[in-house]
């Protein structure tokens, strides 16, 4: 059965931490995404990925950073956490480039950042 | 002007009844459109793809495309207590970089009256 893991369900955060996210997918994906999904605004794209090393910022990149050092694994960083990113987050990965395969969600992190 | 609308919702539909879901978009060299459903408190799942105008069924599910008017639907028909959720519509754009991305509507709250 194919796999995304998201690192943690919940996290509390305290403002200015500095917060990583982390997903992992089992299923070989050159892709990987990361969403955050608020009431309202529905799933936004943050940063994704098509390869090892490899990022593009998404719809709203900024406060985020992102790291793929290794194929399976894309993580989310919070430079310096603040309330308006308290959120869930969802990480996604799908198989190739160009000819548009499903999208696999990990379970998400719900972040609350105090 | 966002890049996909979707109306809120939320949408109420007699058990047994046809649901007809709307998503409008706004790139004209979109290729590919995506229907998740969502439960509450569960990542999005996919259930529909469409790629060339016209209708596409499957099972219980159509989905619809006209590219000319840059309009995608859903119809469930039959439809059941077990339809309700969240429906977002996705679909393909072109990023900075030439790179494909998947953007999400806001989403339509179904629910069915039994």
């Known amino acids: 059965d194919v796999k995304v893991t998201q690192s943690s369900r919940y996290l509390v955060k305290r403002t200015g931490e500095k917060v990583f996210l982390e997903c992992v997918q089992d299923?070989?994906?050159?892709?990987m995404f990361w969403y955050r999904q608020d009431p309202g605004l529905g799933l936004r794209l943050i940063y994704f990925?098509?390869?090892?090393?490899?990022?593009e910022k998404g719809d709203i990149p900024e406060g985020y950073s992102v790291s793929r050092e290794k194929k399976e694994r894309f993580s989310l960083i919070l430079e310096s956490a603040s309330t308006n990113q308290t959120s869930m987050y969802l990480c996604?990965?799908?198989?190739?480039?160009?000819?548009?395969?499903?999208?696999?969600f990990g379970s998400g992190t719900q972040l609350s950042v105090l | 002007q966002k890049e996909v609308e979707q109306n809120s919702g939320p949408l109420s539909v007699p058990e047994g009844a046809i649901a007809s879901l709307n998503c409008t978009y706004s790139?004209?060299?979109?290729?590919?459109f995506f229907w998740y459903r969502q439960y509450s408190g569960k990542s999005p799942e996919l259930i529909m793809f469409?790629?060339?105008?016209g209708d596409k069924e499957d099972g219980r599910f159509t989905a619809q495309l006209n590219k000319a008017s840059q309009y995608v639907s859903l119809l469930i028909r039959d439809s059941q207590p077990s339809d309700s959720a969240t429906y977002l519509c996705?679909?393909?754009?072109?990023?900075?970089?030439?790179?494909?991305?998947?953007?999400f509507g806001t989403g339509t709250r179904l629910t069915i009256i039994p």
């Open positions: 469409i790629y060339s105008n």
């Open positions: 996705a679909v393909n754009t072109e990023s900075n970089f030439g790179n494909e991305k998947l953007t």
């Open positions: 299923m070989d994906h050159e892709n």
């Open positions: 990925s098509y390869d090892v090393k490899m990022k």
């Open positions: 790139d004209r060299g979109s290729q590919s």
């Open positions: 996604a990965s799908s198989s190739r480039q160009g000819a548009w395969e499903k999208l696999f």
